[in-house]
């Protein structure tokens, strides 16, 4: 693990924040990330990966109409969110709901783009981080290793500390959204 990732998986750990994380298609290495730091349990309420279609429509309770989109994020985060807010019931701090639903290099041409949607819910409005990949440009592991980057930086900046930086390419950007 880089140093600036450990340190920002400190900070984490170190603040008053707990979170659900629900991650499919890819976002597991943040997952890795944050396990993999001592303190673990101060900022990690569950995490969940339905990585399957099946998997995902049980999680969600119903079928999106496309399962790489904001809008699915947003719906995983408020799932995610409202799991964290039962488990967490009565104590302080802030409670949030994490998302990233991706789709990435696999073993086999796609013939849509690379992309992933991040959302996190704070309870009172969710907010997401959009990115589309230069397809082709990086290998799966380092696709993967973007999307945990975003995912990592969206969760820091919920919960009010210094992040990650995301390596993207030129001609890539983060768009985010905000939604009461």
Not at 95 to 117: F, M, N, Q, Y
Request: hydrophobic content about 45%.
């Amino acid at each position: 693990m880089d140093a600036d990732i450990q340190a920002a998986v400190e900070r984490l750990h170190d603040s008053p924040a707990m979170a659900a994380l629900v991650v499919a298609g890819a976002g597991s290495e943040a997952l890795h990330w944050l396990l993999g730091v001592p303190g673990a349990s101060r900022t990690v309420l569950e995490a969940v990966v339905p990585y399957g279609s099946r998997a995902m429509v049980e999680y969600l309770g119903w079928e999106p109409g496309q399962f790489v989109s904001a809008g699915t994020a947003r719906a995983l985060a408020g799932g995610a969110y409202a799991r964290a807010s039962r488990f967490r019931a009565g104590e302080g701090g802030p409670t949030l709901g994490v998302s990233c639903t991706a789709t990435i290099a696999t073993d086999r041409p796609k013939r849509g783009e690379h992309r992933c949607h991040v959302g996190v819910w704070d309870g009172e409005s969710v907010r997401t981080w959009s990115l589309v990949l230069h397809k082709g440009l990086r290998s799966r592991e380092g696709e993967e290793r973007v999307v945990s980057e975003l995912l990592l930086r969206a969760l820091c900046a919920a919960a009010g500390v210094d992040g990650v930086e995301v390596e993207l390419l030129a001609g890539e950007s983060i768009e985010t959204a905000r939604r009461p």
